[in-house]
């Protein structure tokens, strides 16, 4: 049977201070009244049946998820006591899955990235679907074809095609630089990573008896005796299933074949302003503004006020700047720092407290 995990369980440190404490990115309603996570469970229609659809969140966020989504039924939601990165969310939720359903076929698919047309996502995860029950021991990825040489994104580099629309993939490329995005760009065989994946469970389990035999033995401990969860799901390594999983079994040497998909459409990781930035509208000097906002010989810059329309966010004279003013914070920062939020808001937890970082 074949069933999708959303995966919602990030912080989205790099959108502060729209992301805060206990309110990800995932969950804030930027897109027309409506969140990230509710787009990404709105792709899913027609793909597989409600029920078989599960979200692995935080288990902070476990009350906005399910009013967010009220169709969700209540046991498909997998709560993590504590993030472990994303090997524990696909991890627990394949072991989770096997533990209901030996032969499990599992889309994993995350909620922090904005893809139209949705119809096009759904044909290429049905593809992934089809590649990985007809190809043993694969793990498919979906990748999607570049439309600018971007260093804000790992690449992944596609081989022979095995199936219709299904390439091998050689190897993953971590965030190039300028010089090299472009060349891979250029060549038409490296394709952006998504992050996004399509396997039997058993097959990732089997994987991860290989090459991490203890992490596999406690998400299958975790699967069998829930009431384990809070005791053993701290103890997973926090590593990532590109650098546990996915790279070593690209080499071929783990009896795994790993493969990929490509999507065709527009995709958005939105990982930070910058990112944010892009699919919202700029004036005639390419300020992206959003709220009730002023500018006066400003140009290039990013200016959000979500603190609401009896309060104005004016700008005076400035260039590439990035100013979010928010009812609990305001960052006013270069554009070109725009990826150091992170930094800034482990200082403000240091300097101010957690509750407002």
């Known amino acids: 049977m074949r069933y999708v995990v ?3 369980g990030g912080s989205g440190t790099r959108l502060w201070p729209l992301s805060r404490q206990g309110r990800p990115k995932q969950l804030l309603e930027l897109f027309e009244g409506k969140s990230l996570l509710r787009l990404a469970f709105e792709r899913l229609e027609g793909l597989v049946d409600v029920d078989r659809i599960l979200v692995c969140t935080g288990r902070a966020y476990a009350d906005d998820v399910r009013a967010q989504l009220p169709e969700l039924p209540p046991g498909n939601l997998l709560g993590e006591p504590e993030g472990r990165d994303s090997l524990g969310a696909v991890a627990w939720s394949s072991a989770a899955l096997q533990e209901r359903d030996p032969d499990a076929v599992v889309a994993m698919v995350t909620a922090d990235q904005v893809i139209t047309p949705a119809e096009d996502f759904r044909a290429s995860l049905r593809i992934a679907f089809d590649a990985a029950e007809q190809v043993s021991n694969s793990l498919v990825t979906l990748g999607v074809v570049p439309t600018s040489p971007h260093t804000g994104y790992g690449y992944l580099h596609r081989a022979e095609e095995v199936l219709p629309g299904v390439f091998r993939v050689s190897e993953f490329k971590e965030k190039p630089s300028a010089d090299v995005a472009r060349g891979y760009v250029d060549s038409g065989e490296y394709w952006w990573n998504a992050g996004m994946f399509v396997w039997r469970a058993a097959t990732l389990l089997a994987q991860l008896d290989r090459l991490r035999p203890e992490y596999a033995a ?12 809070d005791g053993l799901f701290p103890t997973l390594e926090r590593i990532s299933v590109d650098y546990a999983v996915m790279e070593p079994a690209s080499t071929g ?5 790993v493969l990929t998909v490509p999507l065709t459409v527009a995709w958005s990781d939105v990982g930070g302003y910058l990112s944010y930035a892009e699919l919202l509208p700029s004036d005639d000097r390419g300020n992206t503004r959003s709220g009730n906002t002023v500018s006066l010989d400003s140009s290039a810059c990013i200016v959000l006020n979500m603190i609401g329309p009896d309060h104005v966010v004016a700008t005076l004279g400035l260039e590439g700047m990035l100013v979010v003013a928010t009812k609990q914070a305001t960052l006013v920062a270069r554009l070109d720092d725009a990826e150091r939020v992170k930094q800034l808001v482990a200082k403000v937890s240091e300097e101010c407290g957690v509750e407002l970082a």
């Open 6 to 8: 959303i995966m919602a």
């Open 218 to 229: 406690t998400v299958r401990e975790i699967a069998r005796h829930p009431e384990r969860l």
């Open 253 to 257: 040497d783990t009896g795994a074949v």
